[in-house]
């Protein structure tokens, strides 16, 4: 599988995760603080028919003021139905529950965008996909190469009680449109905005 496919829009591409690729982030906190957020796929399977197993182990670093380094571990599970997305890591080993999924959407979460109920940390957030406004696509850099990710932009439904286009909801995620492999491109929560830079 290529890494890197023809989306279905114009100009755009679907990015196929695979182990040893490593995924760059950028993260700008409230507080004004800016770092990356290094992501190692040591080991990528989303269609596992194992469901004990861990289809998902990614190394991450952090460049922050506090720094830190750890390893996490989502299941076949937590790929395909996990309506819980986790942010925040400790140093070391997070071992995620089944219901859990960090960086990517589960495939549940992904196909039912249109709306649907979902925990980001620990607070229970309504997400609906907005239509009507331009598909939110990131482009990123893969060696000297860069690409443009076809995306699809989720918020919380707050943002339908507000008539001016120009409201920015607290949460958003831009999500990669691909159901094997939801990536998640650019999220925006209250304490911070993370954006995928690079790959490699």
Same mark, same amino acid.
């Given at each position: 599988?290529?890494?890197?496919?023809?989306?279905?829009?114009?100009?755009?591409?679907?990015?196929?995760?695979?182990? @040893?690729?490593?995924? =760059? &982030?950028?993260?700008?906190?409230?507080?004004? *603080?800016?770092?990356? #957020?290094?992501? %190692?796929?040591?080991?990528?399977?989303?269609?596992?028919?194992?469901?004990?197993?861990?289809?998902?182990?990614?190394?991450?670093?952090?460049?922050?003021?506090?720094? @830190?380094?750890?390893? =996490? &571990?989502?299941?076949?599970?937590?790929?395909? *139905?996990?309506?819980? #997305?986790?942010? %925040?890591?400790?140093?070391?080993?997070?071992?995620?529950?089944?219901?859990?999924?960090?960086?990517?959407?589960?495939?549940?979460?992904?196909?039912?965008?249109?709306?649907?109920?979902?925990? =980001?940390?620990?607070?229970?957030?309504?997400?609906? *996909?907005?239509?009507?406004?331009?598909?939110?696509?990131?482009?990123?850099?893969?060696?000297?190469?860069?690409?443009?990710?076809?995306?699809?932009?989720?918020?919380?439904?707050?943002?339908?009680?507000?008539?001016?286009?120009?409201?920015?909801?607290?949460?958003?995620?831009?999500?990669?449109?691909?159901?094997?492999?939801?990536?998640?491109?650019?999220?925006?929560?209250?304490?911070?905005?993370?954006?995928?830079?690079?790959?490699?």
């Amino acid at each position: 599988m290529p890494k890197f496919q023809e989306g279905s829009r114009s100009k755009c591409h679907i990015y196929n995760p695979s182990a @040893g690729d490593s995924l =760059i &982030y950028e993260v700008q906190m409230t507080t004004g *603080e800016k770092y990356l #957020f290094k992501v %190692f796929l040591k080991h990528y399977d989303p269609f596992s028919e194992d469901s004990d197993d861990y289809c998902a182990i990614m190394d991450w670093i952090s460049t922050s003021a506090r720094g @830190g380094n750890g390893t =996490i &571990y989502t299941t076949c599970e937590g790929l395909s *139905e996990a309506v819980k #997305f986790i942010n %925040f890591f400790f140093p070391g080993i997070t071992m995620l529950k089944s219901n859990m999924s960090a960086i990517f959407l589960s495939r549940k979460a992904y196909n039912e965008r249109q709306e649907q109920t979902v925990y =980001i940390d620990n607070t229970k957030i309504s997400l609906f *996909e907005r239509m009507g406004i331009p598909h939110m696509d990131v482009v990123v850099k893969n060696k000297k190469k860069k690409y443009r990710l076809e995306a699809f932009q989720l918020t919380d439904n707050r943002s339908m009680n507000y008539a001016d286009p120009s409201y920015k909801s607290d949460y958003q995620l831009w999500v990669q449109a691909s159901t094997r492999s939801p990536l998640i491109v650019f999220m925006q929560l209250p304490e911070f905005k993370l954006k995928l830079l690079e790959i490699k």
